[in-house]
């Protein structure tokens, strides 16, 4: 009896999310009926869709390292879990902003004052975003995160029904928002940066003192050792090890 509420949730949340991707016309024409409110959407549907990106990459992370352009970086469990955790609050947050901005822009395009209804639509046109977050798994699939792009479109196809924007001002309003939501991920990826950045310098000497090692593939490695040394292989298997002496800064 207590599983099923869960189970029902489970089945409403997938059963939207299916909905709004494959048939969006439809799926808004829904929604434009509803009556959910911000918080009851935000902990039913965004929360658990918003986990997936920053999980994915905390499991890839570990299992796989992260980075990009054939290099790829080992990072400790501690280091990976505080991005993850960082960058899914912070993509939360950017719900919020990006809501009332969209809320604030649809009467200069001739659509209603309804922050209700702009949360709906800012947080189910987001689905195809947060389910791309799954390609943060691997480096090698990273690149399939721009499917997420759909969510431009379903923004667009959304403002009408659920905001009461006309159709003839529905792109402007989609592009106007988009330019909130840019700037809104923007703060979000500083914010993000002035974490990680730090993490990632700091990998090497992070949890037992163990190393950071950046993966090139064909191209070699190199390993950052928590003694100050640090270990160069190339192409052809020869390795080069350099000792950083902090008593002797300037050599």
């Not at 501690?78 to 899914?88: D, K, R, Y």
């Not at 939360?92 to 009467?107: E, G, Q, Y």
Request: hydrophobic share 50%; aromatic share 8%.
């Amino acid at each position: 009896m207590v599983e099923m509420p869960q189970n029902t949730q489970a089945t409403a949340l997938i059963a939207r999310a299916k909905g709004i991707l494959l048939d969006p016309a439809g799926e808004w024409a829904k929604i434009a009926g509803e009556t959910d409110q911000p918080k009851s959407l935000f902990l039913s549907y965004a929360l658990p869709l918003a986990l997936i990106g920053p999980l994915a990459g905390f499991i890839g992370g570990q299992l796989f390292g992260i980075g990009g352009m054939g290099i790829s970086i080992n990072i400790g469990l501690v280091s990976g879990l505080t991005i993850a955790v960082v960058s899914f609050i912070l993509s939360l947050v950017s719900v919020w902003v990006v809501a009332f901005a969209a809320n604030f822009i649809s009467p200069k395009f001739g659509g209603r004052d309804d922050f209700p209804a702009a949360f709906r639509l800012i947080t189910y046109s987001w689905t195809a975003s947060w389910l791309a977050g799954i390609f943060s798994l691997m480096t090698a699939l990273s690149i399939l995160g721009l499917l997420g792009l759909y969510s431009l479109y379903l923004l667009y196809k959304g403002a009408t029904p659920v905001m009461g924007v006309p159709q003839d001002k529905a792109g402007g309003y989609t592009a106007v928002t988009i330019v909130a939501a840019i700037v809104a991920m923007l703060v979000v990826n500083v914010v993000v940066g002035l974490f990680t950045a730090p993490l990632l310098m700091s990998a090497a000497t992070a949890g037992a003192g163990d190393g950071m090692s950046f993966d090139m593939g064909d191209n070699g490695s190199i390993e950052a050792g928590a003694d100050g040394t640090m270990t160069i292989t190339g192409p052809d298997g020869e390795e080069v090890t350099i000792t950083v002496d902090d008593n002797k800064p300037g050599e």
